[in-house]
């Protein structure tokens, strides 16, 4: 008797899976919406779903042109594992912990593949790269005419943007904004040691970091970009400093529904 290769294995083990978890979950909505007669609708309607979702699921693990690449199972079949870590503010964690278990890079999502590897970046952001922006990037038009660097998804078209913003990153322009960058950080851990004061060797109370990091990034960016900063790390009222806070809540309410989370 012969013995199935490993990888007819693995199909066979993965293509029962989820069929019987399909099973369960038509079970399970049958016996929700087992009801009078009138309402039957819900039941046929339900299964073209569940069709659907397990091709889906078949298709990402096992076909898909990424089907290759290693990663947690759900996370090849769906988008959910990334899109629940995001929304519980996890994901981070999750992300490294996944580094440590399959190496340099894995399949967080279908059609996404994350790399922890310095030779990658070339391969990736290089002028010469072979790779294009996901869907992710279009949710940042205002409108079909709204083509900036941050949403163009068009290989030509972002090479060409691209081309004269590196006019603004040569050697001079960054050496000439490095002395607006040193003013602003030595002007926030003044602010820092101000705040801690002299505890005598006692411990301080504690410091967010993350919203200190969050002013401080700001208050350069629109100094370089706009000319002036916002100074939102000084001490007082600012209405500018609720701003950092609103896009990290965007980006959270984004990122979930995002096409790039889609299955």
Known sequence: MTSLPPQTNTFLFGVSTVFIAGF???????????????????????CPGTCQ???????????????????????RATGFPSWYQAKA???????????????????????????????????????????????FYIAWKRSKH????????????????RKILNLSFTDKTVSAAAKFTV?????????????IGNNSGEWSAPVDFSRK???????????????KSSDIKEPGENALKAVPHLIKEYMQFYYPVSPQSAI
């Open 183 to 195: 003013r602003h950080v030595d002007r926030w851990l003044q602010l820092i040691a101000e705040e």
């Open 24 to 46: 369960a979950l038509v079970r399970t909505l049958s016996s929700h919406f087992r009801v009078e007669s009138r309402n039957i609708a819900v039941n046929t309607n339900a």
């Open 146 to 161: 709204d083509v900036t660097i941050l949403n163009v998804t068009d290989p030509a078209a972002h090479a060409r943007k």
């Open 53 to 75: 979702l397990l091709t889906h699921i078949i298709y990402n693990v096992f076909f898909h042109p990424l089907a290759h690449v290693p990663g947690p199972f759900w996370a």
């Open 89 to 135: 503010g996890t994901r981070h964690e999750w992300l490294l912990d996944q580094f440590r278990k399959y190496g340099y890079r894995f399949r967080s999502e279908p059609n996404t593949v994350l790399f922890c590897d310095p030779d990658a970046d070339k391969d990736i952001y290089s002028m010469k790269s072979n790779v294009k922006r996901s869907q």
């Open 213 to 227: 990091v969050d002013a401080l990034v700001f208050d350069i960016m629109g100094d370089l970009c706009f000319g």
